[in-house]
T-cell receptor, first 112, second 115 residues
């Protein structure tokens, strides 16, 4: 079992809908949580970071963290075709000097 | 520079050859990470530098892999006697400082193909 688990997808949503991406992790000592977007053939690009339980909103993106359930999610509102990409969840312990453990990503397709 | 720069973007080598991959982090970033990403998978940690010190090399797959950052800026990942299983995208990332959950900024990677 991987330390960070994501549904591989593909997840397909119509344009304008809400896309919900989920991630679970096994290390209870994890303290920092990140969502990266990766377009095909490109490098991961940070879109959200969250450090405490609850919701964090940034534009159309909302990250949700529940440390008790070891669960972090990303909601994308008003999905656009340009949101079509692979979304990587990453977790780290601050004592690990920022070393991140990544899931294998969920591929999202937004259909016009 | 504005972002993390990696070179070459693509590298093709024959099995058994040595290769060297370069990473130029964002200016002023203390922490530098190397990751290996296989097709369809997330990045896997290889090694971490804080300035010139290699603080964690637990992810290096074998002693054929070697990384250095002698002056605390540019880093080189060297793979000796390459094998086909070394074929992957090698990503470099930097962050302002490690140990506090700082997000990492990635370069575009080097796609390595071993024939």
């Amino acid at each position: 079992q991987k330390e960070v688990e994501q549904n591989s997808g593909p997840l397909s949503v119509p344009e304008g809908a809400i896309a919900s991406l989920n991630c679970t992790y096994s290390d209870r000592g994890s303290q920092s949580f990140f969502w990266y977007r990766q377009y095909s053939g490109k490098s991961p690009e940070l879109i959200m970071s969250i450090y405490s339980n609850g919701d964090k909103e940034d534009g159309r993106f909302t990250a949700q963290l529940n440390k008790a359930s070891q669960y972090v999610s990303l909601l994308i509102r008003d999905s656009q075709p340009s949101d079509s990409a692979t979304y990587l969840c990453a977790v780290s312990r601050r004592t690990n000097a920022g070393k991140s453990t990544f899931g294998d990503g969920t591929t999202l397709t937004v259909k016009p | 520079g504005a972002g993390v720069s990696q070179s070459p973007r693509y590298k093709v080598a024959k099995r058994g050859q040595d290769v060297a991959l370069r990473c130029d982090p964002i200016s002023g970033h203390v922490s530098l990470f190397w990751y290996q990403q296989a097709l369809g998978q997330g990045p896997e940690f290889l090694t971490y530098f804080q300035n010139e010190a290699q603080l964690d090399k637990s992810g290096l797959p074998s002693d054929r892999f070697f990384a250095e950052r002698p002056e605390g800026s540019v880093s080189t990942l060297k793979i000796q006697r390459t094998q086909q299983e070394d074929s992957a995208v090698y990503l470099c990332a930097s962050s302002l400082a490690g140990g506090d959950g700082q997000p990492q900024h990635f370069g575009d990677g080097t796609r390595l193909s071993i024939l």
